[in-house]
């Protein structure tokens, strides 16, 4: 098992940042990809960021230029810049493993003035 504990959300302004953090535990080594999803309130949930172990990193086209993903050793990070109120979503960690794929419990991001 893969145990995801994030931290970093909040209450921000528009056009401010946030970064996000995100710890993994467990059986750590199976990792093979960690990322950020977002679900904003009467919407699916989606893809914010992914990166691999071996450095490919993909991103929605909402974010780019704005978010930035990055990864050390079993953490996961998401440096989010310029924030719009679309941003607003509970965001989730996700890690993908050879033993399956784990959320950690959201961290809520609201984006308003």
């Known amino acids: 098992q893969v145990q995801l504990v994030e931290s970093g959300g909040g209450l921000v302004q528009p056009g401010g940042s946030l970064r996000l953090s995100c710890a993994a535990s467990g059986s750590i080594y199976r990792i093979y990809a960690m990322g950020w999803y977002r679900q904003a309130p009467g919407k699916q949930r989606e893809l914010v960021a992914t990166?691999?172990?071996?450095?490919i990193i993909n991103y929605a086209d909402s974010v780019k230029g704005r978010f930035t993903i990055s990864r050390d050793n079993a953490k996961v990070y998401l440096q989010m810049n310029s924030l719009k109120p679309d941003d607003t979503a509970v965001y989730y960690c996700n890690a993908r493993s050879t033993i399956g794929s784990f959320w950690g419990q959201g961290t809520q991001v609201t984006v308003s003035s």
């Open positions: 990166g691999t172990n071996g450095g």
